[in-house]
């Protein structure tokens, strides 16, 4: 399977425990992004890796997450003493810009983690 | 966060009928992209637009880059069943070496086709 893989799908927790999503990219893209979508909205981004390096963090990532991606390969996203407003799906995707003369950087999604906060 | 204003917000057509959908944002983009995502699943890209002006096919989809660099529309000929799902617009700032991947999306367009 060349696509996006992400783990787990779904995950039920209790407010105020701790969760922690896997994102496994593309073999060949060195970028790597999380991005949220809640219902009927599209999605937002989060946080962009390349290669081992978080060069961006939006606003939306409180201190409560933190996304790793430790040896420029898979990436985890943690979110810590979750709350009800953390209910979302959580999307992975990758990239790798394009060396055409375009320079286009094409994400690809993963299926997503849908997180469910009691 | 900032999205684009896409509509409409929902369609419902039946099917062999054209689908029209569009996408503005108060500032410049330099690619506009339209996904398509299925319940349960993450976007899927079906047309990527690299230039001002761009028209560009895929199968039955057609979309174009507007000149402004400040909206796109997306169009579907003679829709079928699977096109049920929704669909969104993306925006991506930066050319070339300066783009890193970042997207902004619209609301997305909830199409249902009735057989």
């Known amino acids: 399977d060349t696509g996006v893989s992400q783990n787990p799908r779904h995950k039920i927790t209790k407010r105020g425990q701790n969760v922690t999503f896997r994102c496994d990219p593309i073999?060949?893209?060195?970028?790597l992004y999380w991005y949220r979508q809640t219902l009927g909205q599209g999605p937002e981004f989060l946080t962009y890796?390349?290669?081992?390096?978080?060069?961006?963090k939006s606003r939306l990532l409180s201190d409560r997450f933190s996304a790793e991606r430790p040896k420029g390969s898979f990436s985890t996203l943690e979110i810590q003493r979750t709350e009800q407003g953390d209910s979302a799906m959580y999307l992975c995707?990758?990239?790798?810009?394009?060396?055409?003369?375009?320079?286009?950087?094409?994400?690809?999604f993963g299926a997503g983690s849908r997180l469910t906060v009691l | 966060g900032q999205q684009l204003n896409q509509s409409p917000q929902s369609m419902f057509i039946q099917e062999g009928e054209d689908v029209s959908m569009n996408c503005t944002s108060s500032?410049?983009?330099?690619?506009w992209l339209w996904y398509k995502q299925d319940p349960g699943e993450g976007p899927v890209l079906l047309i990527a637009l690299y230039k001002a002006g761009e028209l560009t096919s895929n199968g039955r989809l057609t979309a174009q880059f507007g000149i402004t660099r400040k909206d796109s529309f997306l169009n579907i000929s003679a829709s079928i069943p699977s096109d049920v799902g929704i669909y969104f617009c993306a925006g991506q700032l930066g050319a070339g070496g300066t783009s890193y991947g970042k997207l902004t999306f619209g609301q997305g367009t909830i199409l249902t086709v009735h057989p």
């Open positions: 995707a990758s990239s790798r810009r394009d060396r055409g003369p375009t320079g286009a950087n094409v994400l690809t």
């Open positions: 890796f390349q290669n081992e390096a978080q060069l961006e």
């Open positions: 500032s410049i983009f330099n690619t």
């Open positions: 073999s060949e893209h060195n970028r």
